[in-house]
């Protein structure tokens, strides 16, 4: 699977946009890009995951580029309770997609 | 539905003990994962099973041992507990088909603590 690059943390205020920017300038032609959360000590959660196409859900919105190689997911009003560790993927879809190695992700604050 | 399931949510061991931490999904996931979480750290691959009877290594397989007999669940040995793997312990499974695939889905966390 392609490695992934994000910064080490990031400051955003509540009700404001939160854009968490994830490089992955090697991945291949059948790798999605994935993201999760997590909150404190809980167990990781699934936002959202996109293969070139942007995609919008209820939790959030990704952006991919063109060329594939950088994504950004946007919170689109970022509240407290989003302070939380994202994590970007990107993992072989179908049956390649059995191992996921996780980096170690954007620690994002939002202030009030 | 109850998704993942991880028992204990709480361990303390000696160091030289053996436990098994337990994990069961209820969504009839082929794929399978344990990862552990040092404190401030992300999560590291420590074996995974693509279905039953088959397991292969991840990043940080040593010391540890797994089993996949049934597609439901995925115990994780650990044969003599050592200070260095004390950490909070995540089960994740997977499917490689339909709408959500290949979206992992995380148990709560066994914390375990080796003294």
């Known amino acids: 699977d392609a490695k992934t690059t994000q910064p080490p943390s990031m400051d955003c205020a509540e009700g404001r946009a939160a854009n968490l920017p994830c490089n992955h300038s090697?991945?291949?032609?059948?790798?999605?890009v994935y993201w999760y959360r997590q909150i404190h000590s809980q167990g990781p959660q699934y936002i959202i995951h996109?293969?070139?196409n942007n995609e919008t859900n209820e939790m959030a919105s990704l952006i991919i580029t063109e060329d594939r190689k950088s994504s950004t997911l946007i919170l689109p009003h970022a509240t407290l309770r989003d302070t939380a560790v994202y994590y970007c993927i990107v993992r072989v879809g179908g049956t390649g997609g059995f191992k996921t190695i996780f980096g170690a992700g954007t620690r994002l604050f939002v202030k009030a | 539905n109850a998704g993942v399931t991880q028992t204990p949510k709480f361990q303390v061991l000696k160091t030289g003990q053996s436990m098994t931490l337990q994990c069961a999904q209820d969504m009839n996931h082929e794929y399978m994962s344990w990862y552990r979480q040092d404190p401030g750290m992300g999560l590291r691959l420590i074996h995974y099973?693509?279905?039953?009877?088959?397991?292969d290594q991840g990043e940080v397989p040593n010391g540890y041992n797994v089993s996949r007999s049934t597609t439901e669940d995925f115990p994780l040995r650990l044969l003599s507990a050592a200070p260095s793997q004390t950490s909070v312990y995540f089960c994740a499974s997977s499917s490689p088909s339909g709408a959500g695939a290949n979206v992992l889905t995380f148990g709560a966390g066994s914390r375990l603590t080796v003294l």
């Open positions: 996109g293969l070139k």
């Open positions: 099973s693509v279905g039953a009877g088959i397991t």
């Open positions: 090697t991945i291949s032609g059948n790798e999605y």
